[in-house]
């Protein structure tokens, strides 16, 4: 067992954090009443769930939890839940720049430049990119993946596809060229960046390759981009010279424009993105993410799972509605032990009051410590190999409900007046 990064146990050190613990906060409370309620059945049976049950020995008729999957699946999939704005304050601090901004639509170029020019709406001028940056007579568009798998192939042909859109703009609108030109922009580099590898590391255009598929999206959104050049008759070069931390190099000139298309990897990401006014490496970069990714989410979900899926299988082997969560928050014995882990929190605590609260529901509800493996324990094994067991699982249980918004939530939802 280990003392988990759970920032709603943890006093923010920052407007971003704070910002980011209400939300998680809010999302972690939300699932975990899944574990504490029969609410409904589910009816529409979900293939995960499907899977799930199979590889767990659980019941089929799993109750109903689909609203805080949903919610999380949608946090994962979007970036959201702060993930976003929190990688784009790090970036924002590893070089100098005269003005930078996220998720930034085209269409709003003219102003951000402080040009008059209006660019009629098109399916290109909608075109919105990552990370747009201004440095001096250099623009540049960046599309960042964080590893080297996502969004895998669709997801780099996409990349690239932006790149292509972008350069039939610069190539037919003529208003496009002009608001760029008349800010003193001679230099735009679009740059298709991915900052680390499966392992977390710096990435490279091996380690790329090495993942095979992900890489053959970026070489097919390239031969694109050429096409385009060539359909249009437009004088380009192409630097096909691979080093560790690029894999190719696009350039044209249009209307005295000189346009870069990079793709690259690691440090090289940054150091483009800033045009050489770099302060700081991916290393640090790397060392700063790490301190404000939490376990909140993905830890909670698997839980709320794990937690439906013993109360289903309790009440139908023994007609007892209880889990885990359940057990803890109705007994006082075992609340106090998660008070004191709330007053002391290290390792020699939470291994302590685990111990204790085990001992405990074995004397109240020995089956359900028959019900065996929890979903939780199939799925981090199978999912990150480490020795997970049944102490790891109510450890990591005890550390949620040391919040003492999440715990006091649920016993108020379990109260009396409330069944």
């Known amino acids: 067992m280990r003392i988990r990064k759970l920032l709603i146990c943890t006093e923010p050190r920052n407007e971003i954090e704070t910002t980011l613990k209400r939300m998680y906060l809010k999302r972690v409370q939300e699932m975990f009443k899944k574990t504490v309620k029969v609410e409904s059945i589910f009816n529409i049976f979900d293939e995960v769930f499907h899977g799930l049950s199979q590889i767990s020995t659980v019941s089929e008729d799993l109750y109903s939890f689909y609203e805080s999957l ?12 702060g993930r976003g704005s929190l990688v784009a304050k790090l970036l924002e601090e590893l070089g100098t720049s005269e003005k930078m901004e996220f998720e930034f639509a085209l269409i709003k170029l003219p102003q951000w430049l402080g040009q008059n020019i209006k660019l009629e709406k098109s399916e290109l001028t909608k075109l919105k990119f990552d990370i747009v940056n201004k440095s001096n007579e ?3 568009f960046c599309e960042l993946k964080m590893k080297v798998y996502s969004g895998c192939t669709a997801g780099r042909i996409e990349l690239m596809e932006k790149f292509n859109k972008f350069t039939k703009l610069i190539i037919q609108n003529e208003s496009f060229r002009n608001c760029i030109k008349n800010a003193g922009i001679k230099n735009i580099f679009l740059i298709g960046g991915i900052l680390f590898d499966i392992e977390g590391e710096p990435a490279t255009t091996q380690k790329d390759e090495e993942w095979g598929i992900c890489y053959n999206g970026l070489v097919r959104g390239k031969e694109n981009i050429i096409n385009t050049l060539k359909d249009n008759n437009i004088s380009h070069k192409i630097d096909k010279e691979k080093s560790p931390e690029k894999a190719f190099l696009i350039e044209f000139v249009i209307d005295d424009i000189k346009v870069n298309i990079i793709a690259v990897y690691g440090n090289e990401v940054i150091k483009t993105l800033f045009v050489g006014k770099q302060k700081y490496d991916i290393g640090y970069f790397k060392k700063q993410l790490e301190e404000i990714l939490y376990d909140d989410l993905w830890l909670a979900q698997i839980i709320t799972i794990s937690e439906r899926a ?6 139908k082997k023994n007609k007892n509605l209880n889990n885990y969560v359940l057990s803890i928050l109705k007994n006082n014995e075992m609340l106090s032990g998660v008070k004191e882990f709330q007053s002391n929190k290290n390792n020699i605590t939470l291994k302590k009051v685990t111990e204790r609260i085990i001992e405990k529901i ?16 199939v799925i981090i094994k ?24 999440v715990r006091n939530i649920l016993i108020r939802l379990i109260s009396p007046k409330n069944q």
């Open 310 to 315: 013993v109360l289903d299988q309790n009440f």
């Open 382 to 405: 199978s999912s990150s190999g480490e020795d997970y067991n049944l102490k790891d699982y109510v450890a990591d249980i005890i550390q949620f409900l040391s919040c003492a918004e």
């Open 70 to 81: 949903l919610t999380i699946t949608s946090y994962y999939q979007h970036s959201q839940a």
């Open 138 to 140: 250099n623009l540049i």
């Open 362 to 377: 074995n004397q109240y509800d020995k089956n359900l410590l028959a019900i065996r493996p929890t979903p939780a324990e």
